[in-house]
């Protein structure tokens, strides 16, 4: 089944405490992409990856980093979680087809996270 | 960034009335998309147009690009308490190595049986 795969879905951890939340996706996606998303803001692009070894920041990336080193998988890590990234993460991935303006974005389950 | 203003932000109806949501900016893009988003769940696509002047029919659904590819809307007849949930604009920029898909607010969509 195609698919994105999130891990964990549910998350509580304390300030400073560094975490990594993995995305995995089997569909051989070039594209791939974390958003957070919060009551009364919607969905905001952390990072993406256009592909291996690519990635940029999107509109919020303070915080956070990415890698990218293998085309599957798209970590997205917190090297020291405050309460203010207390969110709903979602990881996101597409074909990004060339000269194609209709690629469908792929969502995970999301990741539930608590910043205490 | 780009902005994409959708209107309205909450919208409550009763079973068999009609309703119309709003995507505006002032930007140009590619493509606007359309995803529902139901609670514990990601965003899933309902439709994409492309075309300025575009309409697309998912069955009670209609989706329409403007003629200028700034703004778009989803009306809905006969809404049903199915049609609860999440409703998501989100314009694509594409070419080139520009590829960024920016999202609107959302409409959260309930209709009441």
């Known amino acids: 089944e195609a698919q994105v795969t999130q891990n964990p879905r549910y998350l509580i951890t304390v300030t400073g405490k560094k975490l990594t939340v993995t995305c995995s996706q089997n569909?051989?996606?070039?594209?791939m992409s974390w958003y957070r998303q919060d009551p009364g803001l919607g969905l905001r692009q952390i990072y993406y990856?256009?592909?291996?070894?690519?990635?940029d920041k999107g509109d919020v990336p303070e915080g956070y980093k990415v890698s990218r080193k293998e085309k599957r998988n798209f970590p997205l890590i917190l090297e020291s979680p405050s309460p203010n990234q207390t969110s709903l993460y979602f990881c996101?991935?597409?074909?990004?087809?060339?000269?194609?303006?209709?690629?469908?974005?792929?969502f995970g389950p999301g990741t539930r996270l608590t910043v205490l | 960034t780009q902005l994409l203003e959708q209107s309205p932000q909450f919208l409550s109806i009763q079973e068999g009335e009609n309703l119309t949501v709003y995507c505006n900016s002032s930007?140009?893009?590619?493509?606007l998309q359309w995803y529902r988003q139901e609670p514990g769940e990601g965003p899933v696509l309902l439709v994409t147009?492309?075309?300025?002047?575009e309409v697309k029919k998912l069955k009670r659904l209609t989706f329409q690009f403007g003629d200028a590819r700034k703004d778009s809307s989803l009306h809905i007849t006969a809404a049903q308490p199915g049609d609860t949930g999440l409703y998501l604009c989100?314009?694509?920029?594409?070419?080139?190595?520009?590829?960024?898909?920016?999202f609107g607010k959302g409409t959260l969509l309930t209709v009441n049986p």
């Open positions: 990856s256009m592909n291996v070894e690519v990635t």
């Open positions: 147009v492309v075309t300025g002047g």
């Open positions: 569909m051989n996606h070039e594209y």
């Open positions: 989100a314009g694509l920029h594409s070419g080139g190595s520009n590829y960024k898909l920016t």
């Open positions: 996101a991935s597409s074909p990004r087809l060339a000269g194609v303006s209709t690629d469908t974005q792929y």
């Open positions: 930007s140009v893009f590619s493509s």
